[in-house]
Structure formats: structure tokens, C-alpha cells
């Protein structure tokens, strides 16, 4: 039987009657004064769910404008864009019970009427359905929402090394896709505890991927799964190698992934564009720790930044592509690389000029001379290219001081070595 929408008033018990005989006062009160969860928000309207319902993909909207959409003959999570291969919408009633107790209580801060002690059981707990353990995590998403020092504390209660382990420890069994829906939505959560937390609370509970078994599963999921979960793990490396007491679990990672290199390529050539920036990011973190290059490089990933060079659109990810080329051509195989791809140089000409006001040109101009300095094959190839007049007419542009200053550097490079 499907229930009616939340109607619980919002009135505070101490509320006096003339602010009760004026609802609409109130409400516009209480929208200045308070700030609504983000998981309380229907992502199509973005106001507060009336009477929450969730897709086959994970994702939760208000039940009137979901059917909306689908009755437009969308057959996409709006969010997600994934296909639905089931229209059908399940009632979601824990995020409805937190509402109503949030409205309630005049929306002061979420309590979820219980201890966490036993939240956290919940998704300990073996005899609980996936559905119930995917509630509970809905539970703790809401609350790591709230604020800094609330993540803080669930971490210290152990939720980080709870999650992670339900994720990695037991990745062969996730398989189904109900469990997809579950890894998708226990990342999330690690990722906004990681995005709060102090490193020497998160690191700890990250070095659970010195165990063998735990690099296997992250590997086996950033194969297999969806792109939200391929997000998310994207921004889990990121993580990893931003704190130097976990930069070790980096080069771990690709040390141990057969064929990692390739798939850290796979993002590049998607038409997602979350899960595209996302995994350039990663490169870019990867990239950053100085063991990981020569891997990284022998795997194919200089090749894998050209072809996304080349594509026809200029964007911030070609920014990054740049900039995570100019880390790695310190490395003579990424400059050996760069001159056996028949498109290595040619990319890098067509970044000169042509996004000199997105800041491409520097870094550009930063490659070019790392290639050439010491390469007359590269020399010769760039100003085959028509590099010299490239050079000029960046010069006449109105790109930065320091640009130009590395234009004059390259352009004095090239002529002194002309002949």
C-alpha cells in the first residue's frame, strides 16, 4: 500500500499562536535560519522529498517528480543517466522517518533515534538483507553530511574501517545488482568521511590495503564496476596520494594491478565526464609520487594522454592531460614515448596557440622544451610542425608574462640548435 506524502507540521512546540496563524512567516524564517540536508533534497526539484522513492540505480527522488520524468518516456536515472532496466520506484522509508523527525523537530540536526553502536551492528550484522545494511548506510551518508567533526567521529568509532572492509573484503560476492547499488553508495560515504577527516585518523584504516586480498578486490572493482563506483574509486587513489603517510599505498596499487596502467586509460575515452575528470585526477595524484611514473609510463600511459589530447574539444581536462604529461616527461621512456607516437608532437603544436587563454599554452610550451632540449629528432619534428611561427605569434598574444618568457626560452632553443 503506497503512503501518503509527509505531512507533518514544522511548527516548533513553543511556537505562539500568531506565528502558527502564519504558516508561510515561519517557513521563510526557518529557510533563512537553517540549512537543509543535502540528502533531504530531491535532486530533480531540489526541495525537501515529500514522499521519497528510489530507483533500480540507488538514486532517490521525490515520488511526483520522478513520475513526471518517467511519463516524459525517459528511460535514464536522472541523475546517473544509467538505463533503467526497471522503472519501478521502492518507497524509501528511512530517509522518509528522518525527515519526519527532522520537520518534527522544528529541522534542528538529524538525530537518528538510535545509538550509532547500533547502526554500526546493523551493517555488521550477517543476518541483515543488503536492503536493511543499504538503509543503514543511507543513515550514515546523512550524518557524515552534517558536519566536519561528526565524520571525525564516526571515524573514530570505526565506520571508515567498517565500510571499507564490507567493500573490499568481499568483493567477489557483490556481484548482483543490488550489491553494485550497495559498493556504490558504502564508497560514497567513504569518500565524504575521507574528505573530512585528519590524516592520521583515515590513514590507518586506508593501510588495510597492504593486504593482498584488498588490492586484489580494489582491482577486480575498478574493472567491473559501474561508472559511479569507478568514480568513486578514482577519488579514493586521489585521496591515498594526497597524505604522505599513505602515498605507499599508491605505488602498491599499480605495482600490483596487472594491466592498471590501461585501465586507469579507460575513463579517458568515456563520455562521462564525471567519471572522465575523475580518473584524470587519479593519473594526475598517481603521477604525482615519483615511484609510480616509471610504471605508469611502461604501461601505455603516455599514449593514453595523447589521444586525449588530440581530441577535438578543448576543456579543464586538457589542462590536466598537460600538466600530468609535463610530470612525467622527466622520464627519457615518457620522451622516447612521446616521439614514437606519431601523434606525440603534433599534440603538443596543437596546444601552443589554440587554448592560450585556458592556460594550455604553458604547459605546452614546458613539454615542447623538456622533448627538445636533448633531442634533435624532437627539435626537427617541432619545427617541421611550424613550431617557430607558433612561437611568434604566442608571443604577440595576450598570454601570461610567464608564458611568454618559456615561449622565448623554447624559440631561443630551437634557433641556436637550427642548424
Known amino acids: ?22 504558516p508561510l512567516a515561519m517557513r521563510e524564517d526557518l529557510d533563512q535560519e537553517v540549512v537543509i540536508p543535502h540528502l533531504f533534497r530531491c535532486p530533480i526539484s531540489l526541495d525537501v522529498f515529500t514522499d521519497p522513492v528510489t530507483l533500480c540505480t540507488g538514486q532517490t527522488y521525490d515520488r511526483p517528480n520522478i513520475e513526471r520524468w518517467l511519463q516524459l518516456g525517459n528511460l535514464t536515472c536522472p541523475v546517473t543517466m544509467q538505463r533503467l532496466q526497471d522503472p519501478s520506484v521502492v518507497p524509501n522509508h528511512t530517509l522518509r522517518h528522518l525527515i519526519e523527525q527532522w520537520t518534527l523537530l522544528g529541522r ?27 538503509h543503514a548506510l543511507q543513515e550514515v551518508r546523512l550524518l557524515s553530511d552534517e558536519s566536519k567533526s561528526r565524520c571525525s567521529y564516526l571515524i573514530r568509532m570505526g565506520f571508515l574501517s567498517l565500510l571499507l572492509e564490507l567493500v573490499f573484503g568481499q568483493a567477489q560476492s557483490l556481484k548482483s545488482s543490488q550489491s553494485q547499488v550497495f559498493v556504490e553508495e558504502a564508497l560514497a560515504c ?29 582491482h577486480e572493482l575498478f574493472r567491473g564496476g559501474s561508472s559511479i563506483t569507478k568514480t568513486s574509486l578514482c577519488r579514493l587513489i586521489e585521496a591515498i596520494c594526497s597524505s604522505p603517510q599513505t602515498q605507499e599505498i599508491s605505488t602498491l596499487l ?11 586509460m579507460v575513463p579517458l575515452y568515456q563520455n562521462d565526464e564525471v567519471l572522465l575528470e575523475a580518473g584524470l585526477r587519479a593519473i594526475r595524484s598517481l603521477c604525482s609520487v615519483q615511484a609510480n611514473r616509471d610504471a ?45 607516437n606519431p601523434n606525440g608532437i603534433k599534440s603538443l603544436m596543437k596546444m601552443v596557440f589554440r587554448v592560450s587563454d585556458l592556460e594550455g599554452s ?45 615561449a622565448r626560452v623554447l624559440l631561443k632553443l630551437l634557433r641556436s640548435k637550427e642548424g
Open 254 to 264: 599499480v605495482e600490483n594491478g596487472t594491466n592498471f596502467s590501461n585501465e586507469l
Open 296 to 340: 605508469l609510463v611502461q604501461g601505455g600511459l603516455l599514449d593514453g594522454l595523447v589521444a586525449h589530447i588530440q581530441d577535438v574539444t578543448v576543456g579543464s581536462t586538457h589542462l590536466m592531460a598537460m600538466a600530468t604529461l609535463e610530470q612525467i616527461l622527466g622520464l627519457e621512456k615518457a620522451r622516447e614515448a612521446l616521439l614514437d
Open 108 to 134: 534542528q540536526p538529524v538525530d537518528p533515534g538510535r545509538p550509532l553502536i547500533a547502526l554500526k551492528h546493523d551493517l555488521e550484522s550477517h543476518e541483515n538483507t543488503l536492503t536493511e545494511k543499504l
Open 190 to 218: 567513504v569518500i565524504s568521511l575521507l574528505e573530512a577527516a585528519d590524516e592520521p585518523e583515515s590513514s590507518w584504516s586506508i593501510n588495510m590495503f597492504k593486504e593482498e586480498s584488498k588490492l586484489a578486490s580494489f
Open 362 to 406: 604553458e604547459s605546452a610550451v614546458s613539454c615542447l622544451t623538456i622533448v627538445c632540449e636533448n633531442s634533435l629528432r624532437a627539435r626537427e619534428a617541432a619545427i617541421g610542425f611550424g613550431v617557430l611561427t607558433q612561437l611568434l605569434l604566442l608571443l604577440q598574444s595576450q598570454c601570461s608574462g610567464r608564458t611568454k618568457t618559456r
Open 1 to 22: 500500500m503506497q503512503s501518503g506524502p509527509i505531512t507533518a507540521s514544522v511548527h516548533k512546540p513553543q511556537a505562539t499562536s500568531s506565528r502558527r496563524s502564519c
